[in-house]
């Protein structure tokens, strides 16, 4: 009784009709409080709509789908995409969507980011619909589910004999099955030479044995709106991903980037430009073309994308960010209380450039005016500053040196092997 007496009075005071207000910070401020009334019950993996207008599409499988007002809340493993509206002031419009998604963490530590969506933003899940399948060991040994399918590969989990568990991937030959291991969430893969099943592996996802295993939206296509408001007090649209607090890194796979998180990390991304990863609190490491760059606290990359979202490019050393960028962000909506780093200064990012420049040594190589270049290239990274001191070719004032006087020619050496001649003798008288 007492949820449904809060859920009907953020009903009351926020409607499930659009927000209206006067001005841009009243509609801001407004569509944020709402959201944070109607979905501060937001569970693990799931979607919330916190404000108008927001359009959601499920995955194919799916038939029961209810996400069209405020306070839905929706599993995010039956969300295909959601778009959400830039702000209209007429009608009370701005997009806002929060979402717990399960951090990719040791089953020991189990917690939720917090991805909040705001303004002119798309996001596509392309993680495919699961699969699942029971099988169960066979014989008398334990067996052991191992971190990538190869028996040389470490082990994280043992499965005891005629234990029965789930499932989801395998390779494309059906040697190794990927499993979802007993009382936890970690994966592992076991060889299928020691498992039976009554169905058939068959039908699981054929997947990449060397990739990690991304979860519905921890793997996703996303992008945002490049229209400015005409409020100075309006965040950009974009999306803020927030890790739990003390869980380490976490790695995500954006737009075909994989980025690993400790943070509070501010998200802008357009079709045929770049994706634009601002760190506002911890760090955010970035890997794209086999460059991995990190963006601290107080300062921002940029991975060149497609018209597809896909990376197209290394990304970009980085560089601090201004304060109009991230001062008007809805940190205060977030799981984590935190403070907005300062810029770093200019020292500061002349530190850590040349630091990833000298863990970045070779990039990937240019691709020649004749050709693409060949897959595996690497070259100089030609973001690397020549060490202080050394300013390159010429004098340090910049004049040019005269030219130093040629040195006669030495006369030519006998041979190792030959004695010089002896000079004539006199003659006799």
């Known amino acids: 009784m007492k949820r449904l007496s809060l859920l009907f009075y953020g009903l009351l005071c926020f409607g499930i009709f659009p927000v209206m207000a006067a001005d841009c910070p009243a509609l801001v401020q407004q569509a944020l409080a709402a959201t944070t009334t109607l979905c501060h019950e937001t569970g693990k993996n799931q979607a919330c709509y916190g404000n108008v207008n927001l359009k959601a599409k499920p995955n194919s499988n799916v038939s029961d789908f209810h996400f069209s007002q405020p306070g839905d809340r929706v599993d995010i493993n039956t969300i295909k995409s959601l778009q959400l509206s830039p702000m209209t002031l007429d009608t009370g419009e701005w997009g806002v969507a929060l979402m717990n998604v399960q951090a990719n963490l040791p089953s020991t530590a189990p917690a939720n980011l917090t991805l909040l969506a705001f303004g002119d933003v798309t996001l596509e899940n392309d993680v495919p619909s699961s699969t699942a399948l029971d099988i169960s060991v066979v014989g008398n040994n334990a067996v052991n589910a191992r971190l990538v399918p190869s028996l040389n590969a470490g082990i994280v989990g043992t499965l005891k004999p005629n234990q029965t568990v789930t499932a989801l991937d ?246 190792k092997d030959e004695k010089p001649p002896e000079p004539p003798k006199p003659p006799k008288p």
């Not at 995500?252 to 509070?264: A, P, R």
């Not at 911890?282 to 979202?309: F, K, R, W």
């Not at 940190?331 to 000298?358: F, G, M, N, S, Y």
């Open 170 to 415: 395998r390779l494309g030959d059906s040697s190794w099955l990927r499993v979802k291991l007993p009382d936890s969430d970690q994966m592992g893969w076991v060889k299928s030479d020691f498992i039976t099943s009554e169905g058939d592996v068959r039908t699981l996802n054929i997947v990449d044995g060397s990739q990690p295993y991304y979860a519905p939206m921890q793997a996703f296509t996303f992008k945002s709106g490049t229209e400015a408001s005409n409020c100075a007090e309006v965040p950009e649209n974009g999306l803020i991903i927030q890790t739990p607090e003390g869980s380490g890194e976490v790695q995500l796979w954006i737009n075909q980037v994989v980025v690993k998180l400790g943070s509070t990390v501010y998200f802008q991304a357009q079709p045929d430009g770049n994706m634009t990863v601002t760190t506002v609190e911890g760090h955010a490491t970035v890997e794209a073309m086999g460059v991995t760059y990190t963006a601290v606290a107080g300062s921002s990359l940029h991975i060149p994308v497609d018209a597809n979202m896909n990376a197209v490019a290394p990304p970009t050393l980085p560089q601090a960010y201004e304060v109009k960028d991230v001062a008007n962000l809805p940190i205060d909506h977030l799981q984590r209380k935190i403070k907005i780093h300062p810029p770093l200064t200019p020292q500061e990012v002349d530190a850590q450039q040349q630091k990833q420049i000298a863990n970045n040594p070779l990039v990937p190589c240019p691709a020649p005016k004749d050709g693409p270049k060949p897959k595996e290239a690497k070259c100089p990274n030609p973001d690397a500053k020549p060490p202080k001191g050394d300013k390159g070719p010429g004098p340090a004032d910049g004049k040019p040196k005269p030219p130093e006087p040629a040195k006669p020619p030495e006369p030519p050496k006998p041979p």
